[in-house]
């Protein structure tokens, strides 16, 4: 039986489209012609990506009415071009260079790219990716980042662990972190110049105390001026990407204020915080209109498993696929530690990491985070109520439990009889 198609065959009448690269730009426009003909008039220019050339050309597609520009994502010299003729009122389109690749076997240049993109535009084929608004995208910086500062303090403590072990100062074997305060103390003192194992030990604080022995063994090495240097050298780069990460946090407080509410509702999830909160506002929106519903934000983040299909059978692993990493990255550590929870999402992250592994797991607890977002996010009324560790075992009818129970031993060839308990 046919079935009416919503195919939308209307041709966009003004159309422009941009082939960007780092210094200059190629610029495609197609028009109606003159009449009611079905003639279309065609541009095509070059233009430098400066910014005075950039407002020249965004004054005249405005002067011919230009209803959608379609750029690709080319690194990152989409932006002044994107955001420039978004100011001047016009719409802008960022589209993913896999969904117009030039077909194979034609020549290719910067021109026939611009006309290509511009036809394939015109007839609606395109879709267009996903670019807050200034308010997110300027927040969407901050917490990006701060998240490749931390990247960057991790990699430098890192650092100072094999320095320490180069020198056969085995700290890092007596102390769960060496970089609390008295590992600071300790390494402080090392640079100094003090060598003798039973004096540093005694800089042990707290209950570092009850491993004064330990730590004195850990301090017989070669630590000698060399590695006194590269160690100053290595603590004052920590130090001030600590105070740099502190100071860019105080700037996201700042520029999240606008979106405080919807963060704080972000923040009742199991396993999301402040910084989490502000890093999935940053990545998603609040305007949840873009995604019409959870499962396309899910799998606009990855975070749905592939279907690829052929010949009535399912091919590939079904993986997810590469998203955007710094979203991956806070939902997977908001399912790490909502895994640890006494919650919902907690024992659903148990359940099935004892069927499926923790790595299934992780992503699978990451996609019920996002649903949650997706929800908090498109009815500001809505908030966050858990489900209880317990839903599993409410939701279960006790007889189909009872009829597997039993299945399953007389599968093991017994003969079950049930009696009811007093």
């Given at each position: 039986m046919l079935a009416e198609s919503q195919d939308e065959e209307?041709?966009?009448?003004?159309?422009?489209?941009?082939?960007?690269g780092k210094a200059e730009l190629v610029c495609c426009v197609r028009i109606p012609g003159p009449g009611n003909t079905r003639r279309r008039l065609q541009e095509v220019s070059t233009h430098s990506t400066m910014t005075r050339s950039l407002a020249e050309l965004a004054n005249h597609l405005v002067d011919l009415g230009i209803e959608r520009v379609v750029m690709e994502a080319t690194s990152d010299y989409w932006k002044p071009v994107f955001y420039l003729l978004e100011a001047h009122g016009l719409q802008p389109w960022l589209v993913n260079a896999r969904d117009v690749k030039h077909l194979p076997g034609r020549p290719k240049t910067?021109?026939?790219?611009?006309?290509?993109?511009?036809?394939?535009?015109?007839?609606?084929m395109l879709r267009p990716s996903f670019v807050p608004p200034a308010p997110v995208r300027r927040l969407r910086d901050l917490t990006r980042y701060r998240a490749d500062l931390v990247g960057e303090r991790t990699a430098e403590k890192n650092r100072v662990e094999k320095l320490l072990e180069d020198a056969c100062i085995k700290l890092s074997s007596v102390a769960s972190d060496i970089f609390g305060v008295s590992g600071r103390e300790m390494m402080a003192a090392l640079i100094a110049g003090e060598r003798n194992p039973t004096v540093l030990a005694q800089l042990a604080r707290s209950r570092m105390r009850t491993r004064i022995g330990a730590l004195e063994e850990a301090f017989t090495g070669h630590f000698d001026?060399?590695?006194?240097?590269?160690?100053?050298?290595?603590?004052a780069r920590i130090d001030g990407i600590d105070a740099d990460i502190a100071a860019v946090g105080d700037r996201i407080g700042a520029q999240l204020a606008p979106f405080s509410a919807a963060a704080a509702r972000l923040d009742e999830i199991p396993g999301i915080g402040p910084v989490a909160a502000a890093a999935i506002i940053a990545e998603v929106g609040t305007d949840m209109s873009r995604f019409p519903s959870p499962g396309h934000l899910c799998s606009w983040a990855k975070f749905s498993p592939g279907i690829k299909s052929s010949a009535g059978r399912n091919k590939g692993n079904g993986s997810t696929g590469h998203g955007n990493r710094y979203l991956a990255r806070t939902l997977g550590e908001a399912a790490a530690g909502a895994g640890k929870t006494n919650t919902f999402l907690g024992e659903?992250?148990?359940?099935?990491?004892r069927r499926r592994g923790k790595q299934r797991a992780i992503v699978a607890?990451?996609?019920?985070?996002?649903?949650?977002?997706?929800?908090?996010?498109?009815?500001?009324?809505?908030?966050?109520?858990?489900?209880?560790?317990?839903?599993f075992t409410r939701s279960t009818d006790p007889d189909t439990k009872k009829r597997n129970h039993v299945r399953q031993l007389?599968?093991?060839?017994y003969a079950v009889t049930l009696t009811p308990a007093a």
């Open positions: 209307r041709l966009i009448a003004r159309v422009a489209a941009i082939d960007i910067d021109v026939l790219d611009a006309v290509w993109l511009c036809k394939v535009a015109e007839r609606q001026d060399h590695h006194a240097f590269l160690l100053g050298r290595m603590l659903r992250s148990r359940r099935l990491a607890v990451g996609r019920s985070i996002l649903v949650i977002v997706w929800h908090l996010l498109a009815n500001p009324e809505t908030r966050y109520r858990d489900l209880g560790p317990d839903h007389e599968a093991l060839g």
